[in-house]
């Protein structure tokens, strides 16, 4: 299972960090309910950083409000100014009546070159459907080309709600290790939604656990020894994943 | 063999459905088929306040068209009512609105089923020049917000996140809108200005492969539309702006009927 967890050289290839995205006590209300209370949310250049929690934790809340999507009730938000963000939705469904292709699309980043956008799209392992139609392609396709548009704007921070969402067991491991490799190459930082935590455990830095507030935070090690952790997804599953933590730790 | 009064009539019918086509599409993409027709029905109270004030009756519906679409577009920012909803309370209520206003006007006698169904056979030539000015300066417009608003169409979020400035290109294509709009109900009245905009939208569909490509054929779709509707209420004497909107609507039945060219 551990064969797109991988070496770690991502605390070393960074020498000097410094902070990209910072959020400071952001609370979210809906008509009296709270979705956060008193968030703190930091992502320093080159880490992976991971918000778990179960549905209706306010996961998606969190991400929209560090996009400047959705102003919080209270609290700040600091994005570096400049920074190039590369955003992959939650839920993305093509417009039935709009015809467009996937070069189209790809080309609405503002990027003119034919040969950047073909070459990016084969970097995510999806060439072959460059001329296909939007509305044509399968979950796991969108998906990779979602990708490929976000990295054509050549991100600094790479923010992901839930990718796996809608693909195959099969699917979410490979585009784990595609955004592994990704990641490695081009020295992005992630900051990445997810409720499943074997697939993003093993190329996590960092992992915040949150319902409605932050539960716990820290490595992947230490979240899955955390009390708070173990409470909310409950003592089997946090077993399991101390394992499997334990497991990455000793790969050679 | 033609009377000026119809040649008049082809030439601005024509330059509308050409006008009308790229609008038309992102009316059909954004869902904004009753967002028009709201701001079609306010355009009686256009009408009211042009003689009220003694100013050009089209500027008057500008006006009007213009300030009932920044209201909807603040209004569609809240999320208390459902949008339809929002829209159907204004739509019926700015209609009824125009009609009590205009009836307290005793000594103007108006020409009311003009105004609801068009009159495209008394386009004048200052029409024409509204209808030219107009389309070419919305046109020059809407080419200046297409990418953006094209991404706008596919996802917010994205387009938000990519730095596109997405209230301010929505809140320029809906003004576009709005004077489009009041340019338009001169040739098939208010009742059926979003016709024109989402029947050729619609039959082009299925066969057009790139956004482009859909708005093109829109547009020849509303060219064959006027000049067939116009023909036919020449031939057999039938009102002018509902024989234009008929014709469009039999095309895009044989568009239906037709079988898919390739795939996608």
């Known amino acids: 299972m551990s064969h797109y967890a991988m070496d770690s050289p991502r605390m070393t290839a960074v020498d000097e960090k410094k902070i990209l995205l910072s959020a400071s006590g952001i609370s979210v209300a809906y008509q009296q309910r709270n979705v956060l209370h008193q968030v703190d949310l930091q992502v320093e250049s080159g880490e992976v950083v991971t918000v778990i929690g179960p549905n ?78 939007l509305q044509a392609l399968s979950g796991g396709e969108l998906q990779r080309v979602l990708l490929a548009r976000a990295l054509l704007r050549d991100p600094e921070l790479l923010v992901l709600d839930e990718p796996a969402q809608g693909v195959d067991l099969h699917g979410q491991i490979e585009f784990f290790s595609l955004l592994e490799r990704l990641r490695t190459e081009r020295g992005c930082s992630v900051l990445m939604v997810s409720h499943d935590l074997h697939l993003v455990m093993a190329a996590t830095d960092r992992v915040i656990c949150l319902n409605n507030h932050v539960c716990c935070k820290g490595t992947p090690e230490a979240v899955t020894r955390n009390p708070a952790f173990i409470e909310l997804f409950g003592e089997e599953a946090a077993a399991t994943l101390a394992l499997y933590a334990h497991d990455r730790r000793h790969r050679h | 063999m033609f009377e000026d009064f119809f040649v008049r009539a082809l030439v601005g019918g024509v330059l509308i459905a050409i006008v009308a086509a790229p609008f038309g599409v992102f009316v059909v993409w954004r869902r904004l088929a009753y967002f028009g027709d709201t701001l079609a029905h306010s355009a009686l ?118 730095g596109v400035r997405v209230d301010a290109v929505k809140l320029t294509f809906v003004c576009l809108l709005a004077v489009l709009v009041a340019v338009m109900m001169k040739v098939v009245g208010l009742v059926l200005v979003t016709s024109l905009f989402i029947i050729p939208a619609a039959t082009a569909r299925k066969f057009a492969r790139t956004p482009e490509a859909m708005a093109a054929l829109a547009a020849l779709v509303g060219v064959v539309a006027v000049v067939a509707g116009l023909a036919g209420s020449y031939r057999w004497d039938t009102p002018a702006g509902p024989s234009i909107v008929l014709a469009a609507a039999v095309m895009f039945v044989a568009a239906f009927l037709l079988p898919e060219r390739g795939s996608g």
């Open chain 1, 56 to 133: 209706g934790a306010g996961k998606t809340t969190l991400v929209r409000v560090a996009l400047g999507l959705l102003k919080p009730t209270s609290g700040t938000v600091h994005l570096e100014s400049g920074l190039r963000v590369g955003y992959l939705p939650q839920r993305f469904a093509a417009e039935q009546t709009l015809p467009i292709d996937v070069a189209r699309f790809l080309g609405l980043t503002g990027v003119r070159d034919e040969r950047r956008l073909q070459r990016t799209l084969e970097e995510v392992g999806a060439g072959r459907i460059y001329r296909s139609s």
């Open chain 2, 45 to 162: 109270l256009g009408v009211a306040l042009g003689y009220l004030l003694h100013i050009n009756l089209t500027l008057g519906v500008i006006l009007v068209c213009l300030l009932v679409a920044c209201l909807l577009h603040f209004f569609q920012r809240q999320k208390t009512l459902a949008g339809d909803t929002v829209l159907g309370i204004l739509s019926h209520s700015s209609l009824s609105l125009g009609l009590v206003v205009l009836a307290f006007f005793e000594t103007v006698r108006i020409d009311l089923m003009g105004y609801l169904f068009g009159d495209i056979l008394a386009i004048g030539m200052t029409d024409l020049f509204w209808i030219a000015g107009g389309g070419v300066m919305s046109l020059a417009m809407l080419a200046s917000i297409w990418r953006p608003l094209l991404l706008i169409s596919l996802n917010e979020d994205l387009a938000r996140v990519e």
